[in-house]
């Protein structure tokens, strides 16, 4: 018997517009939408070449490196994580990861599965790690590579002495992997003068094209590391090498390695485009502006901080304690039926304990700062009256 066509499919396509406040993604530009628009090229097309090049140079930019091997894995986030670990290491590699909440577990956990020797450097959660912490670390593993976020999206907390880092990775001759995801453009990052030999990021928080792309760049210490290896990368998808020819890092022809999305490339084109006409450094003092008015919000309405020290508060990605009493899903749900605005609870370790707020990309404004907060206020006291009704009855 022949299967039918689903009738779901016979339904033309509708998608709600949705305000997105949570830990990503944000919300996309109409310069970047329409970007979207634009036909389909092939992935060997010289203009789809030419694309990749631009977002090349605007990687670069944003890294703040002057690396040959940066390039973009065709993935989400995670991809990056994935890449940088399975082509640095080899089977039995110390392998030191720091854990602020959810990301380092979640890296020690694929370190594993390549045969990496996991080392762990953990602390109180809702706070980063001190140098003294790190150093005593290094000194007891002895580590091939380190790696870090420098802003965890599960606790809101920012990692801020990654310079301090890089220079103790460079004295025990240790390769440096920095996961920027949830932190860049809403703090500083220089790749090259902090010593960095692996960064990655995403595509759809800060920078505000769709997930689907992940900017990485290596340096040659990173590259020399690969080279050297005794065994092939285990995953080919995720082979540096081979991606790098693709994306003309190496002064090589143009050899195939997959069918990138020229879709997303218009997007991530044309987002990294808008950074580079703010500038960075205004792009970031916008997003650490916008950060200060809700921590300040958060504070009027009385409510608590997750992250308790100014200082390690990572500047997207906000994280404000549930108050007792309060069920952080009615909250969550209060906000999109009635606004479409997107709260999210929390992640991992935080689940149940946090809300997450992102400010992020056309987000990051004054305007929806104070617009989430009426939202966030009016969401909470609606949740405050249910649970007063109840208990009447």
């Not at 997930?211 to 590259?223: H, V």
């Not at 991530?268 to 200060?292: D, M």
């Amino acid at each position: 018997m022949e299967i039918p066509p689903p009738l779901v499919l016979k339904r033309p396509l509708f998608v709600p517009i949705k305000t997105l406040m949570g830990p990503g993604p944000s919300n996309c530009s109409q310069r970047v939408l329409s970007a979207l628009s634009n036909p389909v090229i092939g992935h060997l097309h010289s203009e789809c070449l030419q694309i990749m090049n631009e977002i090349k140079e605007g990687i670069k930019y944003i890294f703040q490196t002057s690396n040959d091997a940066t390039m973009c894995i065709s993935g989400s986030g995670h991809s990056g994580l994935e890449s940088a670990l399975c082509n640095l290491i080899e089977e039995g590699d110390v392998v030191l990861v720091a854990c602020i909440g959810l990301w380092g577990h979640r890296a020690a956990d694929i370190a594993k599965r390549y045969g990496g020797d996991v080392r762990l450097v953990e602390t109180t959660l809702g706070h980063s790690l001190t140098i003294n912490e790190i150093e005593l670390a290094f000194k007891y593993n002895q580590p091939k590579i380190f790696f870090t976020v420098q802003g965890d999206s599960s606790t809101g907390v920012l990692q801020s002495n990654l310079k301090d880092i890089g220079k103790i990775c460079r004295r025990y001759n240790c390769l440096f992997i920095v996961d920027t995801i949830a932190s860049l453009g809403g703090t500083d990052f220089f790749m090259d003068e902090w010593f960095v030999d692996v960064a990655f990021t995403g595509s759809q928080k800060t920078l505000g094209a769709p997930p689907g792309l992940t900017p990485i760049s290596l340096n040659m210490r990173a590259i020399d590391c690969i080279n050297a290896r005794k065994t092939k990368v285990k995953v080919y998808y995720f082979d540096i090498l081979l991606i790098g020819q693709y994306w003309n890092c190496f002064n090589m022809p143009t050899v195939y390695h997959h069918t990138i999305s020229a879709t997303l490339l218009y997007g991530l084109r044309e987002a990294l485009a808008q950074v580079c006409t703010e500038g960075l450094k205004a792009f970031i003092q916008r997003h650490q502006q916008c950060s200060y008015r809700l921590q300040q919000g958060v504070k009027d309405l009385g409510l608590e901080m997750f992250v308790k020290n100014a200082n390690e508060r990572l500047p997207t990605i906000t994280t404000i304690k549930v108050p007792f009493g309060i069920d952080w899903r009615k909250v969550i749900e209060y906000a999109m039926r009635k606004y479409s605005m997107e709260i999210s609870g929390g992640l991992g370790p935080t689940v149940g304990n946090v809300f997450r707020i992102g400010l992020m990309g056309e987000n990051a404004t004054l305007e929806r700062a104070d617009l989430i907060l009426n939202i966030f206020r009016e969401a909470i006291e609606s949740s405050k009256l249910d649970n007063n009704e109840k208990s009447k009855i």
